[in-house]
């Protein structure tokens, strides 16, 4: 499991970020293809990356703690 220090707020960040359309795309295939599974960290990460691929995810990851 992932510990990080962010919670809501580190969502918050990334929405204003990458914009709420990205965001709300992001989310949404997060859901959709994780619906009837297991969703871990790497999921949301990855369907962060597809929703918004010039985004430093990385810098992201670093500067909410999860890591």
Same mark, same amino acid.
């Given at each position: 499991s992932?510990?990080?220090r962010g919670g809501a707020c580190a969502l918050r960040v990334l929405? $204003? @970020?990458i914009g709420a359309p990205a965001f709300n795309l992001a989310l949404r295939e997060y859901i959709q293809q994780?619906? @009837?599974g297991i969703a871990d960290t790497a999921d949301f990460l990855a369907a962060v990356a $597809?929703?918004?691929p010039r985004y430093d995810l990385a810098e992201w990851q670093r500067s909410v703690g999860l890591n």
């Open positions: 992932t510990i990080y929405e $204003r @970020d994780n619906l @009837d $597809r929703a918004a």
